[in-house]
Nanobody, 127 residues
C-alpha cells in the first residue's frame, strides 16, 4: 500500500527552525515530484512548494521562498523540508503529497493535481 507519513512538527519560537520529513512506503519517492502544502486553522490549504524528481529543482511560493528548503534522501525514501526564520503566520498543519510523474504538475499550486497525501504534521510558531 502506498503511503506518505509526515513528521517533525512541533512548537517553535519566532525566528526558529524546524525540519519536517515526508517518508514514503510502498513506492520509490525518488521518481515522483513532491509537493508541500499547509493549512492554517480556518483557512484554505495553501501550496508552498513543488520539488521535481526529474532535475531536483524546486518552485517555492513567495511566502516561504528564501526561508524554506527541500532536499531528498533517497536512501531513506524521504523528502526533508527545512523551515528557517519561522513566523507566527507559518503556524499550520503541513502536508506532503506526490504527483504521478517525476516533474511537477503544470498547475503546481492546485491540490487536486496531486495523487495522494500524508496525514500532516502540526507546526506552531509562538513565543
Amino acid at each position: 500500500q502506498e503511503q506518505l507519513v509526515e513528521s517533525g512538527g512541533g512548537l517553535v519560537q519566532p525566528g526558529g527552525s524546524l525540519r519536517l520529513s515526508c517518508t514514503a512506503s510502498g513506492f520509490a519517492l525518488e521518481y515522483a515530484a513532491v509537493g508541500w502544502f499547509r493549512q492554517a486553522p480556518g483557512k484554505e490549504r495553501e501550496w508552498i512548494l513543488c520539488n521535481s524528481a526529474t532535475d531536483n529543482t524546486t518552485v517555492y511560493a513567495g511566502s516561504v521562498k528564501g526561508r524554506f528548503t527541500v532536499t531528498r534522501d533517497n536512501a531513506e525514501n524521504t523528502v526533508l523540508l527545512q523551515l528557517h526564520t519561522l513566523k507566527p503566520e507559518d503556524t499550520a498543519d503541513y502536508f506532503c503529497t506526490k504527483f504521478k510523474y517525476s516533474g511537477c504538475p503544470v498547475y503546481t499550486h492546485i491540490a487536486g493535481a496531486y495523487d495522494f497525501w500524508g496525514q500532516g504534521t502540526q507546526v506552531t510558531v509562538s513565543s
